[in-house]
């Protein structure tokens, strides 16, 4: 597969940003820790579901300190429905322990605090920064590997060099592209049936097949 030009990026990236300048998370929210907590449980779930989940969950433990003292069985069965829900139930809870012991109840917006939380990894960390604060960060979830290698935009065959390639091809408005990959992804370069004939980046695509990450 032929990695895409110098200038194909250029036209991809101008691309995606009149597309999607204004794109945001599909997951609904009222604050830094609703965020956090719809992005941890999105983990292997769709944001359909985790939206289906929340407004009863938020009822239940509005903040840190209600979550940090929440029954972990109880828990459990407001968040059921939600793939791996044992494990993260557990990882609310102790990471709003973290929060409440550590930083004062304030969820931190720095990525190296983040990933002290349980539950929170870098792509978790990178995805709250970049749409509660519009980080120039990548993420990269299963929708923006595949279109990355569709596009000819990475040849990585892992999430962590993929995000090193797109950082280096793209350099700013990163927040902006990866809202845009991944609504890319879900709708219009999907992992089967690609609607190719919708797409408005077609001209650039160097594979019909996809890819799956590792």
Do not use: W
């Amino acid at each position: 597969m032929k990695l895409s030009t110098k200038n194909e990026i250029k036209e991809i990236k101008e691309l995606f940003i009149s597309r999607y300048k204004d794109a945001k998370t599909e997951l609904k929210y009222k604050n830094v820790y609703e965020l956090l907590v719809s992005v941890m449980l999105s983990a292997q779930c769709t944001d359909k579901r985790v939206n289906i989940i929340t407004p009863e969950l938020f009822l239940a433990y509005p903040d840190t300190a209600a979550m940090a003292k929440a029954n972990l069985e109880s828990l459990k069965m407001l968040i059921q429905s939600c793939s791996f829900f044992n494990n993260k139930a557990s990882n609310l809870i102790k990471m709003a322990k973290s929060v409440e012991e550590n930083f004062g109840g304030e969820i931190p917006l720095d990525e190296l605090k983040l990933v002290t939380l349980a539950g929170v990894g870098q792509k978790t960390a990178h995805v709250v920064m970049i749409e509660y604060s519009g980080a120039n960060l990548m993420a990269v979830d299963t929708h923006v590997f595949r279109t990355s290698h569709r596009l000819g935009l990475s040849k990585a065959k892992n999430v962590q060099i993929t995000e090193l390639d797109l950082i280096k091809a793209f350099t700013d408005n990163l927040d902006i592209l990866h809202q845009a990959m991944v609504l890319f992804g879900r709708y219009i370069c999907t992992a089967k049936n690609p609607k190719c004939d919708e797409c408005f980046l077609s001209e650039y695509c160097k594979s019909k097949q996809g890819f799956k990450a590792s």
